[in-house]
Structure formats: C-alpha cells, structure tokens
C-alpha cells in the first residue's frame, strides 16, 4: 500500500471508501459484530480548530471523554487500543475498568493498551500521531487489518489519512460531510427536518455581511432584544457572542433605513458580549474570515432548559437513540457548557428523541456515521415550542 500522505486527494478517497465499506460487510448485527474478534484503536483527537479550544479550561482532559470506549472491553474478544497526547493516571482507567458488567477488571486490562505521543503542545492528537512513525507502526503490531476500525472524537482530514496509514476503517463520520456539524449545517439539518428553530442567517465571513445578516433579522423580528452571533465552528459555546439591542434603539426597525442600522450594527460590534472572558472583537473577525460565523434570534425566558440527545448511526444507515441529558449551562449569558444531568426531563423527553431521530435520519441519508449529537434550547410557551441547534 502507499504511505497515505503521498497519495493524491482522488485516490486518498477512493481507498479510504474501500476500507469503509468493510464496516457494511462485517455488520451483521450489533450483537454479532460486537461478538467477533475485535481490534478498536481509540483516537480521541480534538481536530478543531486549536485557538478556539484553547478558550475551555481544562481542555486537555477532553481525551478522556472516550475512556467510555473502554466499554467495549466487556466482549472477551474484544481488544482496545487507546491513544493519547499524554499518559494518563492508572486510577482513571481503573475507574472505568471497575464498571465492566461481568468481567474481572484485570481481563479486561489485559487487552488494553494505552499509548501516548507525550506532547502537551496545542495541537490535534491524530496531528501528533501522525508525525511519529514509529507510534503509528507501533499500533499496526496490535491490530489485524481485517478485524480492525478506528474510533474517535471527531473525524477530519487527519483522521482519514490516519485511518489510511493503519489500513483500517473508521467508525466515524467522513470529513467530507463535516459542514452538517457546523452551526450552519445544523440550522439547514433543523429545516430539512422541519424541527421548530430561531429565525437566523446565512454563513458569513465578514463583518460587513454579518452586519447586513443581522440588520435584516432585526427587520423581521422588531422586538428581538439580543442577537447571538456564532463562529461557524465554535466549540461548547466558547464561540458565541451576544450583541444588545437596546442600545441601538435609535436605528431599530421603524426609526431608520436599513443601510443606517447596518452600520449602527457593524460599530456595535467593538461592544460584543463575548463568552470567552479572554476573547477581543479583533481576534473574533479573524475567526470569521477563517471559520465564518451567523447571527441568530437570540431566545429569551426566565425559564430556559438545554436538553440535548445522543443517537448512532449503523453503517447500514439505521438510527437508535441512546441517551437525553439536561445540560448545565454557564458563563455570562448562560451560553458555556459545565455538565449536564442524566435524562432529560420527562415533561418533553418523548419529544426529544422523536426530533433527535428526525435528524439522524436525515444525517443517516447524507451517509454519516456512528455517533451524534443535537443540542437544544427549550423555553415554556403557551402556544409553541422553541428549539435551536447547538
């Protein structure tokens, strides 16, 4: 095989299609194909963008999030390898041992391995992975190609021609349909859909037009006191900004011509509330030439829940929903995810899984893959309900 980085765009593609359509042939069923002799490598490489990352505390313990992987270590058949920027401490691998159902933690050890690229730069996991070799061939030593798939936090680019280096597919979504994860692509999915959302704009990539995006949604909505302004890739709401009508109320709808309100709007713009204590207007317009960014109605209410589902998509295309939470929000505006409780609330958990189904097999039809996730905001109306993408 040629090492994946030489290959061409066109043949990267169709080789990596040929290793993903081994995930149609060995998928007979959940039971069946959690059965067999498995080799799962771990990838939990956060593939975003890094400056916006870098806004969360404590990103780096974002690698863990996977460790739930560790369940599939339950199948006696089943081995995990799980990599990482940086070693991490036994006892939270333990931890997560300790909870297999009907197995001794000790063989359940016995078939993981956890390797670390020892690199705590800003940069992606896949990334650091990828320029050292000698860890990439350390990981085809465990593996068998043909009984073997690769897992990961998110898939891109980096993902793909690591996949391609291993030989091995990936249970993950392809990167060529990355934009439906977007806070773009998630308003277009809620449309498809016809799930209930805040009146919004088209993706942006300038101040100029994102003034223009914003004065037209004041136009139709005139009592619309907050507008939320999203970079297009943004990261647990680190990527939103609020901007205050209020003080605008010279040039609101009825009071002054749209090319005045424009530019009232654009001037605002240096006063963004943003939720990133450390963000500046002048980094965030870099953000927007480079990630682009929208403006959304912003949803008002003294009672404001963010309940979210989680769904997998087989590679044969069906959808199961596998959990709801409540998430806890925080931040200035209540924007910033902390946590979240375990399920969601009764009085609307039938309805979100009904939408978050919706929406998987609309990603499902679009040809994406395994895990995923919708996020929403919920507001008691007396005659409608509300709902936003994350």
């Known amino acids: 095989m040629k090492d994946a980085a030489s290959l061409i765009p066109s043949e990267q593609l169709a080789q990596f299609q ?175 859909c016809e799930i209930p959302h805040p009146d919004g704009s088209q993706l942006t990539y300038n101040a100029k037009d994102l003034a223009a995006a914003a004065a037209d949604l004041w136009a139709r909505q005139p009592d619309l006191k907050r507008i939320v302004i999203k970079l297009n890739e943004g990261f647990s709401g680190e990527g939103n900004a609020l901007l205050n009508l209020a003080p605008l109320a010279a040039v609101a709808p009825g009071s002054s011509g749209q090319a005045e309100r ?52 087989t590679p044969f295309g069906d959808v199961e929903i596998l959990s709801t939470h409540d998430q806890i929000l925080g931040g200035p505006d209540g924007q910033i995810f902390l946590g979240c409780t375990f399920p969601a609330d009764a009085s609307y958990r039938l309805a979100l899984q009904e939408m978050g189904y919706r929406v998987g097999k609309a990603l499902a039809a679009k040809g994406a893959l395994e895990r995923y996730s919708v996020d929403f905001i919920a507001v008691p109306q007396p005659h409608q309900s509300r709902a936003a993408p994350p």
């Open 18 to 192: 040929q290793l993903q359509a081994r995930l149609g042939h060995s998928w007979q069923s959940v039971e069946q194909f959690d059965r067999q002799p498995r080799q799962i490598v771990v990838v939990p490489s956060l593939s975003l963008d890094q400056e916006e990352l870098a806004k969360i505390e404590g990103v780096h313990h974002y690698e863990e999030r996977l460790l739930c992987s560790l369940i599939h270590l339950r199948n006696p058949k089943t081995r995990l390898i799980y990599l990482t920027s940086q070693p991490l401490h036994p006892s939270i691998v333990d931890y997560y041992l300790e909870l297999l159902p009907g197995i001794p933690s000790s063989h359940a050890r016995d078939r993981l391995k956890i390797l670390s690229t020892y690199d705590a730069s800003q940069r992606s996991l896949t990334a650091k992975v990828l320029d050292r070799p000698r860890l990439v061939d350390r990981v085809r030593t465990c593996i068998q190609p043909d009984q073997a798939y690769m897992t990961c936090f998110n898939a891109t680019s980096l993902e793909r021609q690591l996949a391609l280096a291993l030989g091995i597919p990936m249970m993950a979504l392809d990167p060529e349909l990355l934009y439906w994860g977007t806070k773009s692509g998630s308003r277009d999915i809620f449309a498809t």
């Open 262 to 313: 424009m530019a009232a709007i654009k001037s605002a713009f240096l006063e963004l509330r943003f939720q990133c204590p450390t963000e500046t207007w002048a980094h965030f317009e870099e953000k927007i030439g480079e990630l682009g960014a929208i403006a959304e109605a912003f949803v008002e209410g003294d009672i404001k829940r963010s309940p979210s589902v989680q769904g997998h998509i």
